[in-house]
């Protein structure tokens, strides 16, 4: 109780009833108007105290302890004089912070409400404290995807309601551990797959949700790798498993996700095919990709044109009906990997029209998966979700980021990397995004 009580910063009262009352509310102003940490209350009699609190309200924001040796405490007190006369008539009241309240700021980007890229704004927070079992991470890194475009227009599953910060991964440092954390130190590296929250400074992240980066990588590659190159590794090992010599057909493959398909394509010796618009089939041939311009050309006809019967897998982030045509180039035994929904609801960075829900797009999936399953031809369609699977195999996350850090180490793995913008730039990052005239990702970098 000493140790508590010698931090505070507080005001004594005697029990002359209106003087308690009057300095009572001074006190709770003056916490609550510094954002201080909640008001603690000593006294002798605790049950005096809660019949001076105006309302229920007040009370149920106070936590008592009794003390014996309120003499302790006067070298804390403002106002001594009122102390001495609480001590003569044998009553005492200390009303304080058991912890000094921590005044520091720091930034994040939030969605203030579901739309367009205007409605992102930089706001200054309080800044958190990690909570039991969590590490409050000082972000390096985070990623701009297509992901975080869904759910700022409300669509995505894992959407929240506004105000909120987007963010699915971030690279940091451990800054200040939550009780009962062991396994970290403050100045470790890390990555996590955040989900929401990384457009920001600092974010406080459940500790087993921390993996340890290898000394020596640039944090910037890293925060690319932790959601996109994972998404696409995942995808060939875990949602389905190529092997050598097998055909895959890549959607998109001059985006983001496409293009980490493309690398890790070509590190296991896919027969690799690519959708893609016409300025961006250098980057699909760099990268050991067939181009397939399907502004041009019917994908479905070129596929079979190509290969005689079909590929193996089709990697569709596209979504909607679109998966239907997908199924089509497959040959005997092929898997559509179906990853998102981007393209079929979003249109010029915005909402193509309709009403907004985080379920918008998972019914029309669901169907296509059930009606392939009812074709006795031996294709299918598999679902993916990043999330979902880290939630379902946690220790796959880590193992599959180690095994990427392993290909970034060695120098067979590097992320096309695009951009990199401050976190005031947020805006920016999301309007260059959905032009799509880039080629790589765009990374936001903080301090």
């Known amino acids: 109780m000493g140790d508590d009580a010698s931090e505070l910063d507080s005001v004594a009262l005697d029990f002359d009833e209106r003087a308690a009352k009057l300095a009572l509310f001074r006190a709770f102003r003056e916490c609550f108007l510094q954002q201080s940490a909640e008001p603690v209350l000593l006294a002798l009699n605790p049950d005096d105290v809660l019949n001076l609190l105006p309302s229920a309200r007040a009370r149920s924001r106070v936590s008592l302890s009794r003390v014996s040796k309120p003499t302790s405490y006067s070298r804390t007190l403002k106002y001594p004089g009122i102390l001495q006369r609480a001590l003569r008539s044998g009553h005492y009241v200390v009303i304080g912070n058991r912890r000094t309240p921590n005044m520091t700021k720091y930034r994040r980007v939030v969605v203030s409400r579901y739309g367009g890229p205007e409605v992102l704004e930089v706001v200054e927070d309080a800044l958190p404290e990690p909570q039991r079992g969590e590490v409050r991470v000082k972000i390096l890194a985070a990623g701009v995807s297509f992901a975080d475009v869904l759910m700022r227009e409300g669509v995505h599953p894992e959407t929240a309601r506004p105000p909120f910060s987007l963010g699915w991964e971030l690279v940091g440092v451990v800054e200040k551990l939550g009780p009962g954390v062991s396994g970290h130190r403050p100045g470790d590296r890390v990555t996590a797959l955040s989900v929401r929250g990384s457009y920001a400074e600092y974010l406080c992240v459940t500790a087993g949700d921390l993996v340890p980066v290898p000394i020596g990588l640039d944090p910037v590659e890293v925060a690319c790798m932790a959601f996109i190159h994972l998404t696409a590794y995942q995808m060939m090992h875990r949602a389905v498993r190529v092997n050598a010599g097998d055909r895959v057909l890549i959607h998109s493959a001059g985006g983001p996700v496409g293009a980490a398909l493309l690398q890790l394509g070509a590190l296991f010796e896919l027969e690799m095919y690519g959708t893609a618009s016409q300025r961006k089939h250098d980057l699909v041939s760099r990268l050991r990709g067939t181009p397939i311009d399907y502004k041009a050309v019917d994908f479905v006809d070129e596929i079979l044109r190509l290969t005689g019967d079909g590929v193996d897998v089709v990697f ?40 907004r829900s985080r379920v918008r797009g998972l019914p029309t999936l669901a169907g296509q998966i059930l009606r392939s399953r009812l074709i006795p031809d031996g294709r299918k369609v598999v679902p993916y979700s990043i999330q979902m699977l880290k939630r379902r195999h946690s220790d796959w996350y880590r193992e599959d980021m180690t095994a990427l850090f392993a290909l970034l180490s060695g120098g067979k793995l590097s992320p096309i990397i695009a951009k990199r913008l401050g976190l005031d730039e947020a805006v920016r990052a999301h309007e260059l995004l959905v032009e799509g005239s880039l080629m790589g990702r765009i990374m936001l970098v903080m301090g």
Request: proline share 0%.
């Open 316 to 355: 569709d982030g596209i979504g909607g009906n679109h998966i239907l045509r997908s199924y089509k180039a497959l040959r005997r035994k092929g898997a559509v990997v179906a990853f998102g929904h981007a393209t079929s609801l979003i249109r010029d960075g915005r909402l193509a029209g309709g009403r």
